[in-house]
Each structure stands twice: as C-alpha cells, then as structure tokens.
C-alpha cells in the first residue's frame, strides 16, 4: 500500500468480510469510516448508513451516507475487492493509475485505502446497462471519452502488458485441479495445447498490425460506464484491469461487452455501428472528416484484438473458477467466450490478413 501512502491517502489496516449482508457489515464499516476520517471518530454509530450499490463479478460497491455534526449528509463509495483477486488484478498498479487518472478527470477521487478495499468519492449517477452503449449519442461519448482516456501518461514503462497477462493467466489456468468432479470433467474436456496454439498465432498476426499502444482501461463493460441523466454527463470507472495496452484491445472489448454477462454476441455492433463510434473516437471535434482509410485500418485492428479479448476472458475465467467463492458459473463464462473465439477467428483473421497482404491506402 505503499503507493496510497505516497500521495498522502489515508490507510487503515482494517477489513470488512464481503460475505456478510450489508446490516451485519455496518458495525466493521462504521469503524473503518472512523478510523480512515478523524473528522467523523466521534459520531455515534446512527449517524452512518450503508446500502450495496452494485456488485461486479470480482468487486463489491457500497454507498455510505454519513449525517455530519452540522446535519449535512455526506456520501462515499466503500469498494470491497473479491477475495483472491490479487491472482489476477495487480492493486498497487492500480492505486497508482487512480491517482493519475482521477487527475485527468476520470472516475471518482480516492479517499482512502484499507484492507480489502478502497473508499472514493460518490458519483451522483447511474450505472450503464449493455443496451445503452449501442445508442447513437452514448457510443459517441463513449468513444470521445475513451479517446481521452487514452492520452492519459501513467509513469513507468510504456510497454504493452497484454500479451504478457494472458501468458500468464494461461500459466495459471492450464494447471488447475477442481475438488468438485464434475468440474473436473469439464475442465479435462479443454484442450489447453489448442488453446496455446491459438494464442501464438493471433499473437503473430496482431504484432504485424502495429497498433498503437495506449494506456488501456481493458474492462470496458457497462458496469464501469456511469450517466448522469439530468447533466448528461458520462463517466468511466474502476481502472482495475487497467495497463498500457494495444488501441484495438480496448475497443474490441468494449465491443464484445455489448453481449453483456449472457454473452448474447448477436449484440456486437455492426460495421455502421462500429464506423460511428471509430468517427467520433478518432476525431471527436469532427467525425465526419475521418479518412476512409483510418476507419478501415481501426477496424481491422479492432476486430482482430476482439480475439484476444476472448482468450484472455476465458482463460481468467478458468483462475476464478478456481479461486472465486461468488456464485457465478465461471467454467461455463470460459465455453462461452472459447466458443466465440472459434466461431469468429477465421473471419477476423482474414480480415487481418487480406488487410496487411494488401496494397497499403495513401
């Protein structure tokens, strides 16, 4: 937590068990809002109330509304981690981009650090469900503020973390034991040398595409897309996932997302959809005078990096499997983003390749 303390953050070694209804954690929450902020130590334990805002599949959100000495009432975000999602999620990496992001205008303000978790600003705003992003106006922002995400400088190496992630979750998950024998069984159907296979050769062919590397945030859902209806104003959060990456990740994972967690892909936006979002991302100030032959090459790029996107869901999808006590069928997440994968490669990968074999636009 060194990271947190860097930037005069207030830390407190204190946890809050995730697996208790949100009435039983109010006591260890109340203690941790006391510890965090001396300011609110003496308030009697009436003035704290705690209600769950939502829950990701590795993260918890509750809001804590804090009724001040001076009547005012005061509105946190108390974000519990999943239990062994260190496994995949590299939290000192990420408290150090939250304070440069939040610089930039992204997400909420962290506040404090503790245990199992973060306390940040409150965003008066309402989470995205996948249907909204396909709107005309929504994608539009989206993209603009995607692209300014994107310019965003974190200090450290510049290099490109993608391939080096999902190398690693295929470490971990191809080395697996389920106590539970029916998913062993289905683990023991996955043919992890096919998959090894499959990740050489889109590796190849995306490192020829050049992309641009960018800082990614790299779990672009609708769950980490807030609006505020009245102000009409968007915002992206949670920067867990997030690293320097290629452009064509991102945009390709946000794209799948569209499917939502029931992996509906009959969702994923057609090549209008996607041209309209590529316009307002690559020149947010005038989409209409975007060179042909940057929509082209943007989406190519990004249909081949909507591949990785697959892999490396599926294969964290097998570590959480494994390590994750919520209860969401993980092993049967990783069938349906493989399967995608397969039905999609050989489109993709000739598009790909059509692409770079062919003569180059001026």
């Known amino acids: 937590m060194a990271e947190a303390r860097n930037v005069q953050i207030p830390y407190s070694p204190l946890t809050v068990d995730h697996t208790l209804p949100v ?27 705690a209600e769950r805002v939502a829950g990701g599949i590795t993260n918890l959100l509750l809001k804590v509304s804090v009724k001040e000495q001076n009547g005012n009432t005061v509105h946190v975000t108390v974000r519990l981690y999943g239990p062994n999602t260190e496994y995949v999620i590299n939290r000192e990496r990420e408290l150090q981009d939250i304070h440069y992001l939040s610089a930039a205008g992204f997400g909420a303000k962290l506040l404090g650090v503790f245990g199992n978790g973060m306390v940040q600003s409150f965003i008066h705003a309402r989470t995205l469900e996948p249907v909204d992003m396909r709107k005309p106006k929504l994608a539009a922002e989206i993209a603009k503020q995607l692209k300014r995400f994107h310019q965003v400088e974190i200090p450290g190496s510049k290099e490109p973390q ?40 889109l590796k190849e062919l995306t490192g020829r595409l050049d992309a641009p590397v960018v800082f990614a ?80 090459l943007l989406y190519v790029e990004t249909s081949c990096y909507m591949l990785a996107s697959h892999l490396y869901w599926a294969l964290w999808a097998l570590i959480q499997a494994k390590m994750s006590p919520i209860d969401f069928d993980y092993l049967g997440y990783f069938f349906l983003r493989y399967n995608e994968y397969k039905r999609q ?15 180059k636009p001026k």
């Not at 391939?163 to 992890?192: G, H, M, N, V």
């Open 23 to 49: 009435p039983d954690m109010n006591p260890s929450l109340v203690k941790l809002c006391k510890d965090l902020f001396k300011k609110w130590a003496n308030l009697d334990e009436s003035h704290f109330f």
């Open 162 to 201: 993608l391939w080096t992630d999902i190398f690693k979750f295929f470490e971990r998950a191809s080395t697996l034991t389920f106590d539970d024998i029916e998913k062993q069984k289905r683990y023991e159907t996955i043919s992890f040398k096919e998959v090894h296979a499959e990740l050489i050769k």
């Open 345 to 359: 490669k050989d489109t993709c990968l000739s598009l790909g390749e059509s692409y770079l074999s062919g003569p």
């Open 217 to 296: 945030h790299n779990d672009l859902l609708s769950g980490n897309l807030m609006l505020n209806d009245d102000e009409e104003k968007l915002y992206i959060i949670d920067f867990e996932y997030g690293s320097y990456s290629y452009r064509g990740f991102d945009i390709g994972n946000h794209f799948n997302e569209y499917a939502g967690y029931d992996c509906d892909y009959t969702l994923y936006p057609n090549k209008d959809e996607q041209y309209h979002f590529f316009r307002n991302y690559l020149q947010p100030e005038s989409p209409d005078k975007v060179p042909e032959k940057d929509l082209k």
